[in-house]
């Protein structure tokens, strides 16, 4: 019985497995939906399941429920090109993944990511437009 011990926890335990694999798609879009940015709460099958995708890696992208729901079954490009938020990066970064580069797509999706301006850019807007003439009167 001992030399049993070998055996992976995970071999025995598939769920454990699926657990860790659905964790990782979603660490590698920084837990961000990989259509629209927001919070991914789920895994989009991208060939979807009915239509004989697999739940491989190179299939499965992390997803908001939103996107997962609308998206459905329909050809996820063709759904994705006429969605409001749209990203031609995000789109890149989905065909980077589905060749299986998700280097690539990782580096286009932080390209798509919304670029939060430094403090000073913003507290010099914010004094922009000052009266500087009021005591010209
Ligand atoms: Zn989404």
């Not at 998700?102 to 807007?125: E, F, G």
Request: one cysteine or more; glycine letters at 6%.
């Amino acid at each position: 019985m001992h030399n049993r011990d070998a055996v992976f926890l995970e071999d025995l335990c598939p769920k454990l497995r699926d657990r860790r694999w659905r964790k990782s798609l979603h660490n590698f879009t920084d837990n961000s939906c990989i259509y629209c940015g927001k919070k991914s709460e789920s895994i989009d099958h991208i060939e979807p399941l009915s239509k004989g995708g697999l739940s491989i890696t190179k299939n499965c992208v992390p997803a908001c429920l939103s996107c997962n729901g609308s998206k459905s079954d329909a050809e996820a490009f063709y759904w994705y090109r006429t969605q409001r938020f749209y990203d031609p990066r995000r789109a890149m970064a989905i065909r980077a993944w589905i060749d299986g580069d998700i280097r690539l797509a990782m580096r286009l999706l932080q390209w798509a990511k919304p670029k939060q301006l430094p403090t000073n850019i913003i507290s010099n807007q914010n004094s922009k437009g000052g009266n500087f003439d009021i005591k010209a009167a």
